[in-house]
Each structure stands twice: as structure tokens, then as C-alpha cells.
């Protein structure tokens, strides 16, 4: 965790920040680990896979933290069917939040149709039970206005934050808080190393940080 003290302390002050362990090669030391950063430091909310929910669920001590889980990572393709089981299970055991993984597949082939009503039944779904939808995508995939279209979508489905991948630049959040205004909220995923770039960040109000976890493939 020595890596945690290498952030500038502007970035702890200035920002809303919420600590994710989404690495496919993370064990529960990790989980651990990264809970542990997380209520040290105050931030806003651990992001975790919906496996690791009601272990992380247990183990939290910082009142007011959420927690939150993925669904349908990374790329939203599944059937709508089985997200919608994993996000009542999520409910049931206490998230307050989930990231749905636009349909990137479905928007493209019909950017009017499928991956808007998909979000239509997730709003509903959490919105009775007041847990927030928040919306991840990768503005690498969606060229031109059909960004603009999908961050629409969201902010006409009732989507309460879009979030933006690590591929993701500064440039990509400016863009899409000029087009939601204070409708929605808009956080950019990032890793540690990018934070030291803090010229780039100043002005990222929310931001998710990803925990490293070191692995070497075979």
C-alpha cells in the first residue's frame, strides 16, 4: 500500500473517489487490501464483482461508504435476463449501487432500440428499491455523435451516474458533464500512475481508482 502515499494530497482533498478491485487475477487478500485502503483513506465507495459483495459487505466498518458491484463487465453483451438476477441479488445482499455495463453491441447496432429499453427495465428495477444505476462505457467504441447519443440515453433512462472506463481521457468526462449539466453525475476510471499526471485530473471532480494487483501470466 506503499503506492497510496505517492498521491499528491490534492488528490484526497479535491476529489470524490471510489476505490475499485475489479483485476481479473484479484484473490480476497486483494478484496481485503483494498477495503482497507478505501476506509482509510475515506473514500466515497469500494467497487468490487458481485462474487465478493457479501464478504465485502461484512467486513465494511466505515459508516456512509458505499458499496457497489459491475454488471455485465466489460462489455454489457449478456442477455438481460441474468443481469437482471445478478441485480436483485446485489439488492439482496446491500449494495447501494450498481455499474451496469452499457451494451455496446446492442447500442451500435441500434442505438434507439435495444440497450435503451435494457436500461429502462434496470432503472426500474433499482429505483423501487432505491439503489442507484450507474452506467460504465468506452467512449473508444462509440465514435462521433453516437457517444453524445448513449450518454442521452443514460440521462433520458434515469440513469443516475455514467461512468467511463480507464480507457478513457480528462477530455472525454469534460465533455460529457458539459452535455449532462448537473442531471447526472460523471465519474472517470483511472489508475494510480495516471493521478501523479495531476495537471490532467485537477478538474475530474469524481473519479474511480483502481487497486493494483501485480500478476505475471504463465
Not at 485502503?37 to 465494511?60: C, L, N, T
Not at 439503489?131 to 467504441?141: A, E, G, I, R
Request: hydrophobic letters at 40%.
Amino acid at each position: 500500500m506503499q503506492w497510496i502515499q505517492q498521491l499528491p494530497m490534492t488528490i484526497h482533498h479535491k476529489h470524490i473517489i471510489t476505490y475499485a478491485c475489479l483485476h481479473p487475477a484479484a484473490t480476497e487478500k486483494h478484496m481485503v487490501e483494498a477495503l482497507t485502503i478505501a476506509e482509510q483513506q475515506h473514500y466515497q465507495g469500494i467497487v468490487v464483482p458481485s462474487f465478493w459483495v457479501k464478504k465485502i459487505k461484512r467486513d465494511m466498518t466505515l459508516p456512509g461508504m458505499q458499496l457497489i458491484t459491475p454488471i455485465g463487465y466489460p462489455y454489457g453483451y449478456s442477455r438481460t435476463e441474468p443481469k437482471l438476477t445478478e441485480i436483485q441479488i446485489a439488492m439482496d445482499e446491500g449494495v447501494q449501487a450498481v455499474e451496469v455495463a452499457l451494451n455496446t453491441s446492442a447500442f451500435l447496432t441500434n442505438p434507439k432500440g435495444w440497450a435503451k429499453f435494457e436500461l429502462a427495465r434496470f432503472s426500474k428495477l433499482l429505483h423501487r428499491s432505491e439503489t442507484l444505476l450507474h452506467v460504465s462505457m468506452n467512449p473508444l467504441f462509440l465514435s462521433g455523435d453516437l457517444f453524445r447519443d448513449a450518454v442521452s440515453i443514460c440521462r433520458d433512462m434515469g440513469v443516475d451516474q455514467v461512468v467511463l472506463s480507464p480507457e478513457a481521457h480528462p477530455d472525454h468526462y469534460h465533455k460529457v458533464k458539459e452535455w449532462v449539466k448537473d442531471y447526472m453525475e460523471v465519474k472517470l476510471y483511472c489508475r494510480h500512475k495516471h493521478l501523479l499526471q495531476t495537471s490532467s485530473y485537477e478538474k475530474v471532480e469524481r473519479i474511480g481508482l483502481l487497486h493494483p494487483v501485480e500478476y505475471q501470466l504463465q
